[in-house]
Structures are given as C-alpha cells and as structure tokens.
C-alpha cells in the first residue's frame, strides 16, 4: 500500500504549483523507493521507460509544416472561413465551432486550433459580438461566455482527437496492451471513439442551445 | 526495412536543428540550457537505445532539471517582426486562399492513407510501425509540397516549427513523462494496490459494478492526475485487465479507446490539465481562475455517464 504514495505526490504536488516535470519525476522516486527499489534501479526503470516510449513525443515532427502553414496564412484563411457565416448568435457560432474542432481534431489537425490561436483573439470576440448584436452585456455575462468558448475548445479537441490513429493516447493504449499481450491496430482502437464523438457533441451542443435561451432570456428581463 | 528507428532519426534531425537555432539565437535569455534541453531530445530520438537504461535515466534527470530550475526559455523576436508577420500572413491568405488547408490535409491524408497501403509491402515496411511511418512520410510529402509551391528559404519551416515547439516548451515531454512514470507504477505494483483498494469497493462478480468502478476510476484519477494518460496505465492493469478482458471477455479496444475517454471527462472537470483549464482561464483574463472548469462539469457528468453505460453495452455483446 506504500507504492500510493507516489500519487499522493502527484496531487500534492499540482495542488501546490510545482513544476509538473519535477512532481512527475519525484513521484516515481518516492513510488520506488516504497517498493524497495535502491535509487540507481529507479533511475534504469525510468530511463528505459522513457526510451521505450518515445513514439509519443514523435508527434510533434508535424510542427515545421504547420508553422510553415501559418506564415503563409492559414489562421488568417480560417478567420475569414468562420466570418463569413451569417446569422450567428453566441449559442449557433458555438456549435459549429465546436463541430469544426471535432473534424479537425479527428483529421489529426489538433493544433489549428487552440486557446492561444484561436479562441482568444477569433471565437471569444465573436461569440461576445453575436450576444452584444441583441443586447449589451454586462461584465458576469462576458466572462460567462468567454469559459463557455474555452470549454467548447476543449470539449471538441477531446471527443474528436481519439479518433485519429497517429495521436499520443491511441498510441499510449496500443502500446500497454501490448505489453499484456494483446496485439491491436490503432485503428481498432480510434473507430471506437466515434460513439462517444457523437454523444459529446450532443450533449455540449444542447447545452450551448440552453446557453442562448439563457442570454435571450436575461436580455429580455432588462 | 523502414522501422520506428527513422522516423525517430527524423524527430531527432527537428529536435537538433532546435537546438542549434537555440544556440545561434543571441537575444534569447539562457539559451545555452534551452539549447541544451531540446538537445538532449534530440540525444534519445537519435541515440537512445545506445546510452543503456541509467544513461537514459540520467538524460531525463537533466530534462526534469534545466526545466524544472526555468532554464527553458522561448527564442526572441526582434521588435518591428510582429507586425511585418502579421502583415506577411494576410498577404499570403490572400494570395493562396483554400488551397491552404488542402496542403494542411496531406499530413492526415498520408497517415490514413499509408496505414492501409503500407500494409502490403511487410517486407519493405515495419508492420507493426506503419501508422507513424506513414505519418512520418506525410510530413515529409507535405513539406515537400510546401517548398515548390510556396517557396520559404531552406530553415524557414523550422524556423517556424521551432516558434511552435518553444510555445509548447516542457509541456512536449510531460506525456512521455507520464508514460515512464506508468511503467515504474506499474513495477511497483501501484496498480495491484488500487486495484486491491477497488475489490473491497467492487461487489464480487458483478459486471456492472466493475464497469461502473472502472469509468468512474478513469476520471477520478484522471482528476487527481491532471492526465488521462497517468491514469490510464493504473486502471488497466487493475480493473479493465484482470476483471473486465480476461474474467468477463470483454473486447479489449473499446474497453481501453471508451475508457479513456471517460478520463479525458474527468480532464474536463480538474485544475490539474492546466494546459487546457487553467492556461485559458488566464488568457481570457477571467476573474475565477476555474471558470472553465465551472463551464465543463455540465457537458462531462452527462457523458461520463454515457461512456460508462457504452462500455457496458458494445464491449460485452
């Protein structure tokens, strides 16, 4: 039971803001050290661990053609894409930014889009334009609408990314079932993402529906 | 035969170039030790399997030190260059319109692609490998693609790929981390530990119940963990394997693929995954640094619950 502690660790640890790489690292010491591991087994575990696992950081090799794509422009062509729907309110620019980020995410274009390059200088100032086109808004208002724009992001990014066969926790999940014997495809892994991709954007979009019935609704009590 | 080894060689070729673009960038602030980072990456892409297991322990010391100390900076940009960016990026909207996003389609394309061709020539191709090499090759034809049709100088692309990997910094090798500490977990037996705690929590024998325990545990220590990935590697070898796969044979994809997606639920619900939760919150400039936690928890209770309830239905036909 003392091998919990190295979770103990971990939460204290991000409760307390350290460092995540140090937390992780001291995490593992204390784990093995629990175990009765000497420090240099410790240390050979994790250094072959982290050999072993190197296919997840291989992603990132797609970076040059993407920051290739958007010096030349890519995000600026995005914005206009998305500027040019009509008739949006907060709740519809929502929806179909979050079904845009589902796509692309499930396209493996994971970093197209993002807090830092997307939502806080193109779809946060929209989906305030949209609610401000009815009524003005006051500032509880704003900071509501601006965490519903994060949490669209993030709800897409998550239910869509799976279903791409090359991203880190396909291959995460390919990689320790491996270990335990079982041989699978990463493809048989992500085609099982899609029902939940489906529910998820169900469930968000209902949501972002009740989100404009709510601004609608305030406006009107003004 | 083409094996994970080159697409290694390639990430290691990128990371190096980083450093040396680290190196070469004078109005960066401790660009010796940011060098020196992205260096050491490039070290285990390159020669990984010949620095021996405390060699490769040793190599992770110094990546969790140089971060961990704020050694890890981003490369400078001359002031006046923003702008003259930004004015460069709209000229190119303009000048290259859709087009763009069909060149930003290759690398998927390839990698879907590739998975199913490479298949064919075993003997040409690792086939155990194929979806990386295939994405690999993608970035390759895209790059390619790039060059003849929009003409940047030969370091440009990295240049750029670098402006990217800098904005990323340590947060590149937290995953990989988070795998390696899974390992340990595991040959510590924290897995058995949980999975002892959860027996005395789980009804003896019942399906449902251990479904239910194995969604709920996903997200719970997804919550504690930050990661998805931490938690993944814990709950399988104490729940999804010894009870849900071998006890009741339950289809082992879609209790791994259904299962962590139950944890990226709970990613959706904790401060921990301040990449995606906190990070926001801040660049928003919002009053309550978990409001975007606040927003997430009604769209990741309900499907939690679906999730739980769809691999109770598809994995145990």
């Known amino acids: 039971m003392w091998v919990l502690l190295g979770i103990g660790v971990i939460l204290l640890g991000f409760a307390f803001r350290f460092h995540p790489l140090l937390v992780v690292a001291a995490s593992a010491l204390v784990t093995g050290l629990a175990a009765g591991l000497d420090l240099t087994a410790i240390l050979a575990a994790f250094g072959r661990a982290f050999n072993d696992t ?9 970076l040059p053609v993407i920051g290739l794509l958007e010096h030349h422009g890519l995000q600026e062509r995005a914005r206009s894409l998305i500027g040019a729907m009509k008739g949006a309110t907060t709740g519809r620019l929502l929806i179909a930014y979050l079904l845009l980020r ?8 994971t970093s197209v889009a993002g807090h830092a390059q997307t939502v806080r200088p193109l779809v946060a100032p929209m989906a305030e334009a949209a609610a401000e086109a009815e009524r003005p808004i006051d500032d509880a208002t704003r900071q509501r609408i601006r965490a519903m724009t994060a949490a669209s992001d993030n709800v897409g990014l998550f239910f869509g990314e799976d279903i791409f066969i090359a991203i880190g926790s396909i291959l995460l999940m390919k990689g320790l079932l491996e270990q335990n014997g079982i041989r699978l495809d990463p493809f048989d892994l992500s085609v099982w993402a899609i029902p939940t991709a489906f529910a998820a954007f169900a469930i968000h979009a209902f949501r972002l529906w009740r989100f404009d019935r709510s601004l609608r609704a305030r406006g009107v009590r003004r | 035969m083409i094996s994970l080894t080159h697409v290694y060689w390639l990430a290691g070729g990128c990371f190096a170039i980083y450093a040396l673009l680290t190196i070469a960038d004078k109005g960066q602030k401790r660009r010796w030790s940011s060098a020196a980072f992205w260096g050491l ?16 322990g040793l190599l992770v010391v110094a990546l969790v030190a140089i971060a961990g100390l704020g050694g890890l900076t981003r490369g400078s940009h001359a002031a006046g260059e923003a702008a003259a960016e930004g004015e460069f990026r709209r000229a190119g909207a303009g000048r290259y319109g859709n087009k763009l996003f069909l060149l930003a389609l290759v690398i998927p394309a390839c990698a879907l692609i590739g998975t199913f061709l ?31 049709w929009l003409r940047p100088s030969a370091i440009a692309p990295l240049q750029q790929g670098r402006r990217l ?76 394997l010894p009870i849900l796969i071998h006890q009741h044979h339950g289809n082992p994809a879609i209790v791994a693929a259904i ?7 709970g990613t959706l619900m904790t401060p921990m995954a301040a990449n995606f939760n906190i990070v926001p919150a801040a660049l928003l400039e919002l009053d309550n640094r978990n409001g975007v936690v606040r927003a997430q928890i009604g769209t990741a209770l309900p499907l939690l619950a679906v999730n739980i309830a769809l691999i109770y239905w598809l994995a145990f036909p």
């Open chain 2, 165 to 240: 990997m800098d904005a990323v910094g340590w947060a590149a090798v937290l995953p990989q981390m988070l795998a390696s500490l899974g390992a340990v977990f595991a040959l510590a037996g924290v897995g058995n530990a949980v999975g002892s705690l959860l027996s005395m929590v789980i009804p003896d024998g019942s399906l449902v119940g251990a479904v239910i325990a194995y969604g709920l545990g996903m997200a719970l220590f997804t919550m504690a963990m930050g990661n998805a990935f931490a938690a993944f590697p814990v709950m399988l070898s104490a729940v999804a």
């Open chain 2, 118 to 148: 490479f298949k064919r020539i075993p003997h040409l191709v690792d086939p155990g490998q194929v979806t990386l090499i295939a994405l690999a090759s993608g970035v390759i034809l895209a790059l390619a693609i790039g060059y003849a």
């Open chain 1, 54 to 62: 190197r296919y997840v950081s291989v992603v990132w090799i797609v």
């Open chain 2, 259 to 265: 299962g962590m997606l139950a944890g990226f639920c």
């Open chain 2, 41 to 56: 990456l490039a070290l285990s892409m390159l020669a990984g399997d010949y620095l021996g297991d405390v060699g490769n």
């Open chain 1, 102 to 109: 589902q796509i692309t995410a499930a396209l493996g274009l």
